[in-house]
């Protein structure tokens, strides 16, 4: 199962697609959409340089970063497997 689609799904969504732009237009559509996807990864890999050389110009450990963030998103499910735990429990 591919995002909650079943594979009839996805071949009954694929045979609309060849219907509604037809066959030679889905090697151009694929192309936009994996160089469009691919800028994102770049643009996305210059922001996360551009924090980290930022970081270090202000003598600040990238690992100090990270680490200060995991204990927060460990904090935070800490706090929702409690409130979801009492829920569960009252189901």
């Given at each position: 199962m591919f995002l909650f689609i079943s594979g009839t799904e996805i071949v009954f969504i694929l045979f609309i697609v060849v219907m509604v732009f037809g066959a030679d237009k889905i090697p151009e559509i694929a192309r936009g959409l994996g160089k469009g996807m691919r800028q994102l990864k770049d643009a996305t890999n210059d922001v996360k340089a551009e924090i980290q050389r930022s970081a270090e110009k202000q003598g600040i450990n990238s690992d100090e970063i990270t680490?200060?963030?995991?204990?927060?998103?460990?904090?935070?499910?800490?706090?929702?497997?409690?409130?979801?735990?009492?829920?569960?429990?009252?189901?």
């Open positions: 680490g200060n963030i995991t204990k927060e998103i460990d904090d935070i499910k800490k706090d929702i497997d409690d409130v979801t735990g009492s829920i569960k429990r009252r189901m």
